[in-house]
């Protein structure tokens, strides 16, 4: 004898059907669980089979089917077969999605209802879950509990719902999202750059938060948003050809729907000192008043000095940051000052006063100078002496020319007798050599010179008096006494 059935496990409500069997002629009867079964529930089909209906199946209808056979040759068999009837898992309302703050302790519902007893089971990753040393643990009610979650615990969870001793199940997967609140961290507080066409600056900030936090920075009302760049996250901000005006306090803030986080960068511009003169060259008469203007610009503020190039004497400092004056040497014997910080005044112009000035600006951030030139008349020479020859004097120096700050293009000679009372002069080449020439042997003379620049003639010197020398006569020789007549002997002797 068989039953047969299209499958053992019927669904609540749904309908079933067995099929006995018995394989010979007999009167053939089902019995539920020992007990009789309904007749409406019963079908014969012919003397050697009989159906038995299951309609619309509860749990009570699950239970041990026996189909018995009592044969007309009077042999009694039977063959028995097991219904089972289920209500499929549930899991109702329990959600897909959960979104947690990272820290927190946090529990994972999975509300499951289904007949008869439902196991439940918790995987992750397609592996079963374990507790972890505490931290992650299952309630009485199935919830898993998770204890100072973090974003490693993010994921999928899937909660399977399995009736017991069948191969009957379902699956729920629930998404476990970890948020972080955003965090920002710097490498300096304070940035220090030089500011020039060539600097370039980097301004970054090390982001993090769940979800990916979006990135916004407070620049200075000063900057110039069209020389900045930014990575892909805004991360970092790259400010190309830094200038002055971009100084300030740079603040990265990183924002979620948690919540957000900032840090400040301070970028220190640093500019190279400028010193800018108000004239490049000034000609000057002696005895006039020099002024000349020297503006300095850079961070941190430069202190202005000036120096005399000629002979590298500091003039005078000022230090535009303290407001102070400190006169390191004067050379002008009273006569150079400093007016409203960056004038510098030299009063009553001497020769010696020409040559190159130099105004700098000295600051932490580097020097810078420039240079004018103050141009005068030539100084009369000192320290003169003359050396005479038979029809000249040539004059030597033993102090030399002031030159007024341009150079000696000429020199103006002149002479005179004692017998008269103009001048005679002569002016040469600054290449030539400085002698009188053409003077009458045996002959006392006054003289004297005056240098010259392109700007004028300066003073003559001090008047020398000189004596031209004699002329030397050369005679040939004569011829030896033992070759002359007395009379030439005589007039040899009168020679001598």
């Known amino acids: 004898m068989e039953i047969i059935t299209s499958k053992p496990d019927v669904l609540l409500g749904e309908n079933a059907m067995l ?46 089917y026996t189909c018995l056979c009592e044969f007309d040759t009077g042999h009694r068999d039977y063959v028995s077969y097991a219904i089972f009837v289920y209500e499929p898992p549930s899991f109702g309302q329990t959600p897909t999605n959960h979104e947690f703050l990272e820290g927190q302790d946090v529990v994972i519902t999975c509300v499951v209802t289904g007949k008869p007893a439902v196991e439940v089971n918790w995987e992750r990753d397609h592996q079963k879950l374990h507790s972890d040393a505490g931290r992650i643990t299952r309630l009485k009610d199935n919830s898993l509990q998770i204890n100072n979650i973090s974003r490693k615990d993010r994921g999928s969870y899937t909660c399977e719902a399995k009736i017991k001793d069948r191969p009957i199940f379902k699956k729920h997967v629930i998404s476990i999202f970890v ?40 620049i200075p009302d000063s900057s110039d948003e069209s020389r900045y760049k930014y990575n892909s996250d805004k991360s ?40 800018v003169l108000s004239q490049e060259k000034m000609k ?32 005078l400092t000022v230090s535009s940051c303290l407001v102070v004056f400190v006169w390191i040497q004067d050379t002008g014997g009273g006569r150079v000052r400093m007016e409203d910080g960056y004038v510098l005044v030299v009063d009553n112009v001497t020769s010696s006063d020409g040559g190159l000035y130099s105004c700098m600006a000295i600051s932490p951030a580097g020097n810078a100078s420039t240079d004018f030139s103050l141009q005068t008349w030539p100084g009369k020479a000192s320290q003169v002496s003359g050396t005479p020859g038979p029809t000249s004097v040539h004059f030597t120096l033993g102090a030399s020319l002031v ?4 150079p ?5 000679l002149q002479w005179k007798t004692g017998r008269e009372n103009n001048w005679q002069e002569r002016v040469i080449q600054s290449t030539d050599p400085l002698v009188i020439t053409d003077l009458i042997p045996y002959t006392s003379y006054s003289v004297r010179f005056a240098p010259r620049n392109h700007l004028g003639q300066g003073g003559f010197s001090d008047e020398l008096t000189v004596r031209t020398q004699g002329i030397r006569e050369c005679h040939p020789p004569l011829p030896p006494l033992s070759l002359l007549t007395p009379n030439r002997i005589i007039s040899r002797q009168m020679q001598y």
């Not at 000696?408 to 103006?412: D, E």
């Open 19 to 64: 099929l006995c069997k018995a394989g010979g002629e007999g009167d053939i009867t089902w019995q539920k669980d020992g007990e009789d079964a309904e007749d409406d529930q019963v079908e014969k089909v012919d003397e050697t089979s009989s159906k038995l209906f299951i309609r619309n199946a509860k749990i009570e209808d699950a239970g041990r």
């Open 408 to 412: 000696i293009t000429h020199f103006t």
């Open 236 to 275: 970092e901000l790259i400010i190309s050809s830094v200038v002055r005006s971009d100084y300030g306090e740079y603040i990265c803030t990183a924002k979620n729907k948690i919540a957000e986080s900032s840090a400040m960068i301070m970028l220190d511009v640093s500019e190279h000192p400028v010193a």
């Open 179 to 218: 948020n972080v609140p955003p965090t920002v961290k710097i490498h300096e507080e304070v940035k220090k750059v030089m500011a020039g066409p060539e600097t370039n600056v980097s301004l970054s900030c090390l982001v993090e938060g769940v979800p990916q936090p979006n990135i916004i920075w407070t």
């Open 403 to 406: 030159d007024g700050g341009s």
């Open 284 to 315: 000057v008469e002696p005895g006039q008043t020099l002024s000349v203007s020297c503006n300095v610009s850079g961070h941190p503020m430069p202190a202005l000095q000036w120096v005399r190039k000629t002979n590298n004497d500091h003039l």
